[in-house]
């Protein structure tokens, strides 16, 4: 009897529990500390552009490294790298609680995104191991889905509430609980997932890594060091394109994107972070900022957004999938995010949360529901089951750059407004734009 045999027969819903809470865990490292950043700020007297590098960071290092990861683990095993990746993570948060000053906890923070880039594609990996294809893995993959899709609203939501009563550290001590408990289970809940061999295409992973890593740092700065960045992350990126259409095993197979569900994919990943994200990101600094909210008062507020994500994702989507395809999900999933962002154009200086609050968040978690499920499936159709780490890493690659690009563009747009508030609605105005042309892109795209 093989690993995955037994897990099959004995061990679903610990495989499941496993998978689904390093999910959690990496998806949940990006927001969780997003509800104390006002508190990070103050402890550390941060101002905003400098503030969102605590999530940068994380998004920075989670998205540069993946394609490795992903590569990593249909080489080696998936279950030995996702333990490495856990076991990194775990030991970065710890690292972070303890800070003592702003340079430790960003570097903690980026070496938590190194742990969840090894972690993430050796995840949705196994779990195609685990579950057969048919109903089974459809029923695991809504789980999946939809605990990945609330984990960065639950995660900030948590935040508030621990750093209100216990501190912007306890944030990261959770971490580090929930760490410990799923590395402790990975061994009796997961199958070996042995190596399909080959190599790692170092070269690759180098340019690849820079490139991406360059690219949000560029984004994400200003001034000099702004347009340094990005023409590095051009060169970078050229040499890997270029690198990778000649070797013979590459870290990321570019024939990946000739299926033009992975492109479909990839854009609604992208887009989806930009969205959802960007407005979480400004949600504390809305509501504890212009709204005076307390931290668990901002976090509680975001509930109705994870509530809204669980149940279609869990409830609602799977049904769907079987009667409609993932691109007409998603390109639905993406319209009601970007509605959901241009609902918050709307938000006063001194407003009410139910008028003008609410029905933002939860436009865009059913639309998060739709999408998430939706694009996590497209990722991995039509490609072949060895190469399914690598189409998974690309997939969270896409939401990473989204999260690290995608928010660092809306902080600048932001800088433009002309005053706080109207800058925040410039920034939600780009969001819900940028979602609604990529819905229609992704509804033009031919099913080849």
């Known amino acids: 009897m093989t690993d995955t045999t037994a897990v099959q027969r004995h061990r679903p819903g610990l495989a499941l529990g496993v998978l689904a809470g390093a999910l959690g865990l990496d998806v949940s490292g990006l927001g969780v500390l997003n509800a104390a950043l006002p508190s990070v700020g103050e402890r550390f007297d941060l101002d905003d552009a400098t503030l969102q590098w605590v999530m940068t960071a994380y998004a920075v290092t989670f998205a540069g490294f993946l394609l490795v990861g992903g590569r990593l683990a249909d080489v080696f095993g998936r279950r030995r790298v996702f333990a490495v990746g856990i076991a990194v993570f775990t030991a970065s948060a710890a690292v972070g609680a303890l800070a003592p000053d702003t340079a430790v906890l960003l570097a903690a923070r980026a070496a938590q995104g190194v742990g969840a880039a090894l972690s993430g594609p050796a995840a949705l990996a196994l779990l195609t191991e685990v579950f057969p294809a048919g109903p089974a893995r459809n029923r695991a993959l809504g789980v999946y889905a939809a605990v990945g899709a609330a984990s960065f609203s639950g995660g900030v939501m948590l935040g508030g509430v621990l750093t209100q009563f216990l501190?912007?550290?306890?944030?990261?001590?959770?971490?580090?609980?929930?760490?410990?408990?799923?590395?402790?289970?990975?061994?009796?809940?997961?199958?070996?997932?042995?190596?399909?061999?080959?190599?790692?295409?170092?070269?690759?992973?180098?340019?690849?890594?820079?490139?991406?890593?360059?690219?949000?740092?560029?984004?994400?700065?200003?001034?000099?060091?702004?347009?340094?960045?990005?023409?590095?992350?051009?060169?970078?990126?050229?040499?890997?394109?270029?690198?990778?259409?000649?070797?013979?095993?590459?870290?990321?197979?570019?024939?990946?994107?000739?299926?033009?569900?992975?492109?479909?994919?990839?854009?609604?990943?992208?887009?989806?972070?930009?969205?959802?994200?960007?407005?979480?990101?400004?949600?504390?600094?809305?509501?504890?900022?212009?709204?005076?909210?307390?931290?668990?008062?901002?976090?509680?507020?975001?509930?109705?957004?994870?509530?809204?994500?669980?149940?279609?994702?869990?409830?609602?989507?799977?049904?769907?999938?079987?009667?409609?395809?993932?691109?007409?999900?998603?390109?639905?999933?993406?319209?009601?995010?970007?509605?959901?962002?241009?609902?918050?154009?709307?938000?006063p200086d001194h407003g009410g949360y139910v008028q003008y609050v609410l029905p933002g968040l939860v436009v865009s978690g059913i639309g998060q529901g739709l999408n998430f499920p939706s694009m996590t499936s497209a990722a991995l159709t039509g490609v072949p089951p060895q190469r399914h780490a690598v189409a998974g890493a690309v997939n969270v690659v896409a939401?990473?750059?989204?999260?690290?690009?995608?928010?660092?563009?809306?902080?600048?747009?932001?800088?433009?407004?002309?005053?706080?508030?109207?800058?925040?609605?410039?920034?939600?105005?780009?969001?819900?734009?940028?979602?609604?042309?990529?819905?229609?892109?992704?509804?033009?795209?031919?099913?080849?």
């Open 167 to 347: 501190g912007w550290r306890s944030v990261l001590w959770f971490s580090v609980v929930v760490g410990l408990a799923v590395l402790a289970a990975t061994r009796a809940g997961l199958p070996h997932g042995v190596g399909h061999g080959g190599r790692v295409d170092l070269p690759g992973a180098v340019f690849g890594t820079f490139g991406l890593i360059l690219l949000i740092v560029g984004v994400s700065s200003s001034g000099a060091l702004a347009w340094s960045a990005v023409g590095a992350a051009v060169l970078f990126l050229l040499l890997f394109v270029g690198w990778e259409r000649r070797t013979v095993d590459p870290v990321l197979p570019l024939g990946l994107f000739r299926i033009a569900s992975v492109r479909s994919a990839s854009l609604a990943a992208f887009l989806q972070y930009t969205g959802s994200i960007g407005m979480v990101f400004f949600a504390p600094l809305y509501l504890q900022g212009m709204l005076d909210y307390s931290p668990v008062e901002s976090g509680l507020a975001l509930v109705p957004m994870s509530l809204a994500v669980f149940l279609t994702a869990n409830f609602a989507t799977g049904r769907l999938l079987t009667r409609h395809t993932p691109r007409k999900l998603m390109t639905v999933g993406l319209v009601l995010i970007g509605a959901g962002a241009a609902l918050w154009l709307g938000t």
């Open 399 to 448: 939401q990473q750059v989204g999260a690290g690009v995608g928010v660092a563009a809306m902080v600048l747009v932001s800088a433009h407004g002309s005053d706080r508030l109207n800058g925040y609605h410039l920034a939600y105005l780009a969001a819900a734009i940028a979602c609604v042309l990529g819905a229609v892109a992704i509804a033009l795209t031919p099913q080849t």
